[in-house]
Each structure stands twice: as C-alpha cells, then as structure tokens.
C-alpha cells in the first residue's frame, strides 16, 4: 500500500468533507453533526486521498446504516494525532457480531447483505489504512437499537510555523439550504465552468445546481481550467484557490491576461479579510467561502445569469 504524504489543507479537507456528509444524510432522511473538541491545525502533512478513504468508508457506512436520528463525526488534535469519532443512532451491533467486523468478506448480519449490498471489506480496509498512517480504528461502543461509535486514529506532521485554528472557526461548514431552495433558482442556457481538484466538491456543486438546468463543465486543476476556458465562452467559472499544478490565484493572472473578461468566482475555505483582497487582486470578480452555500451560490449565479440577458 502505497502511502504519500504531502501538505494540504485541512479546513478545506474538512469543508469540502463535511458538505457531502451533509447532503448524503439529508438524502437519507437524517441529520448530520460536525464537532470539532480541539484546537485543529490549519494544515497537516499525510496522505489526504488515503485520510479521505477512511472517513468516507466510517462516515458514509453510518449514514448508510441509520434509518433514522443523526450521525455525528467529531474531530480532535493531540500529540501529533488526529482523532475521527463517528457515532450514529442506527441499528447497533450485538457482542455476537462484533467478532466479525474485522474480517474481510464478512458482515456482522446477513441481512445487512441482502438490503444493502456490499462486500464486507469497508472496516478491513479502514483499519488497515488506518495503520498504514500511524494510527488504528476501533469500534469504541455500540448497543443494538441505539447505535455505534467507531474511532480512527491517524498520525500527521505538521510545520512548526503552522497555525492553529480554534474550534469556532472549523465549525462553520454545516450552512448548506434546504433543498426547497434548488426548485426558485431558473439557470437554463448557462453555461458553468467549475475548475476544482476535489472530487467531493466536484459532486457537491453539481447535486446543488442539479435542477437548475445550468450547464458544467470540470477541470481538476488550473492548467486544465485555463485550457477550457480559452477554448470554450463560459458564462462564468468557479474556481478553487488551493490546487496542484497551478493555484487559482496563477490561473485567474493568465486568464485576465488574455482577455478572458467573464466572472470569475474564487472558492475558498479561508474567509479571511486578507485572502478576499488577494483575490481580488489576483483577477478574481467574485468570493464565496467553503464549504459552498447552497443559498448563496444559486442567488450569486442567478444574479450573475439575469446579468447576461
């Protein structure tokens, strides 16, 4: 198993994260919590696909498997670890079946397999990328009827000139609207550049601007989104800030450059007075911060829409 440890963003990490978890519960019909109990630090240096995999595996599990009530994750920092703890109010797991949870291909209830699939080696591999990172997973409690808490433990490093944000400021990514809000906004004939190197994000735009009629088009970084956006007139274009290759800030320059004169919408998990004037001076026309409010970017690209009639 290959292990990469880079630098990246862990409030964008967790923005982008916790927006998804959000929409996937709402799908299915139950609240989800964001907790942070620690000062976190703004950015960490580990395997952020394999950090992603892990969360994605324990969260999505609880979401999938709780009917009803909520699915917490908290999130906390000490001694060079981070801790995930994801507690849900589903079905529980009995001593009995508890004994298979770590065995691939088997699930702890068989009926499990029958309503909703899958091959059993979910909590398999979370421990074992788990481990892979300095850490471990464990099933903390769980009682049948009332749910489960898992913890995944992971190992990061971080530079001594890193910052560390309070909890306040890791605690507002659960803003996303009511889904009432996508049936008002109209954006038909629009055409939507988003230049974003997640995934996850890539998905939580598009589920939002789902009914909207708009069109989009993707580019995982700024060389890609530079690249499509001098070949084909966009309406408007999204774009991240933080992302390999070349950053939004770089590719916003080249863009006004070549006059490229369309808005321009910087997305970033920093709300900071300091950021939005570098992006302003960068080229960029508009600012919206992660994670993505579904009210404010359908109300900014309707603006934006009414504009270019």
Do not use: C, W
């Amino acid at each position: 198993m290959v292990v990469e440890k880079i630098e990246f963003s862990l409030t964008e990490f967790l923005a982008d994260f916790t927006s998804l978890m959000g929409i996937r519960a709402r799908e299915n019909g139950i609240t989800f919590k964001f907790k942070v109990e620690s000062k976190l630090p703004k950015a960490v240096i580990s395997d952020s696909t394999r950090i992603r995999q892990i969360l994605s595996n324990v969260v999505g599990n609880a979401i999938k498997f709780t009917e009803k009530g909520s699915v917490e994750l908290v999130v906390g920092f000490s001694d060079s670890r981070l801790n995930f703890r994801v507690t849900d109010t589903g079905r529980g797991i009995s001593k009995d079946q508890r004994t298979k949870l770590f065995q691939a291909f088997a699930q702890a209830d068989s009926s499990i397999t029958r309503k909703f699939g899958g091959t059993g080696l979910g909590l398999v591999l979370t421990k074992k990328l788990s481990q892979a990172l300095g850490g471990d997973f464990f099933l903390i409690e769980s009682e049948l009827g009332k749910g489960s808490t898992f913890e995944a433990i992971i190992s990061v490093e971080y530079n001594q000139e890193t910052q560390f944000l309070p909890a306040s400021e890791f605690e507002l990514f659960q803003k996303v609207a009511p889904k009432t809000e996508l049936t008002r906004v109209d954006l038909t004939g629009f055409n939507i550049l988003l230049v974003e190197d997640s995934p996850d994000n890539q998905m939580l735009v598009k589920t939002i601007l789902a009914k909207t009629k708009a069109h989009i088009d993707f580019a995982k970084d700024g060389i890609e989104g530079v690249k499509s956006a001098l070949e084909k007139e966009y309406d408007v274009i999204l774009m991240d800030i933080q992302m390999p290759n070349m950053d939004g800030h770089e590719a916003v320059r080249i863009l006004r450059s070549r006059d490229v004169h369309v808005p321009i919408v910087a997305l970033t998990a920093h709300a900071m007075k300091e950021e939005r004037e570098r992006a302003v001076e960068s080229g960029f026309s508009h600012f919206l911060t992660k994670p993505i409010d579904r009210d404010s970017l359908t109300k900014l690209l309707e603006k934006l829409h009414k504009n270019s009639r």
